[in-house]
């Protein structure tokens, strides 16, 4: 009996301090977010630009803190919160990756496919031969050799409806910056005739592929290329950098369109559908397999600093995964560590500030993983 009585007062007593050691670590990770949140209040403040940060803080599939600080609409004095819709910018690169490995895994297209044989528009590059036979590969890693942009005039302006028509005007004017295969070198272009090209392998438009397979499945309600007539209010009004407080007008008219920047920069979310988003790139949901997984998520590049559609980054204390963006009057970024599955992403509706967006990321999830 007193073997008994010994053993439920240790189960008892290990309880509590499993119980304690919980509430003290949640403690912890409570005044971390709290000052991380205090220090983009106060940057925000600082830059005068009558903007605002949107954050989402996430430890794998669980939501750890949303939120915002600023304006989301000056003119109108509507404070931002996590339900404001902000531009993606490049972070649309990752969703066009994601929809090609999708579409890899459905046997519509295999990563070593020469991207001609879906757009053979693309032997028209400068430079462009038999010993030059760009893959999907090449394209989603920015191993293509490609520039980055091509040199026609005005091929980032137009309506969204001319992307396509745009990119094909760009791809004689596209050259070649390095051999393939021989370095990373980023290109927009690249990513643009990628979207393109997965749309002819699939027979259905970029815009409506990514709705269907990837907006729709992770019910992404606030995820769009154009953003609807009933959802402008909730648009972040882009800002200039100026410290006046002035609206960007390039921001304002690239609402229409942003030229053939559809695949490579095109699309609208929240940080909250972000999360979404980036759960299904770390494995929760049944989106993508974990060998297609795996592959976006490792490097694909002679630096190894790229995978498909993501930015990787490794010192010896942390390896993320992720990607930033920029157009006019929108900056943001997202990131995870692939270890301790702790995430950030921030969306800004001005381009510059005293955060700089990816180190602020990095750095929180550090601080956050120190913890473990």
Known sequence: MKRILSITISALFIGLFSIATYAQSQKDIDEVISEFRSQINKEVEEDKNNGSISITILKGDNLLWSGAYGLADSENNIKANSSHIYRTGSISKTFTAFLMMQLAEEGIIQLNDPVEKYLPEIKGLEGYSDTTKITFHHLASHTSGLIREP????????????????????????????????AYSYSNIGFGMLGLALSRAAEKSFMQLVEEKIFKPLNMTNSFFIVPENKIPELAIGMQSNGKGQVHGLASREHSGRGYKVPNGGIYATPDDLMKFMNAIMGYGTLLNQKSLSAMLNGQTPENNYGYGLSLFKDDQISTAGHGGSVAGYNCYMAFDKESQYGVILMRNYNRGKTNLGRASRDLILKLKSLQ
């Open 151 to 182: 040199n026609l005039r005005n091929a980032a302006a137009g309506t969204i409806e001319q992307w396509e028509e745009k990119i094909l005007e760009s791809i004689p004017k596209t050259s070649f910056k390095t051999g393939m295969d021989q």
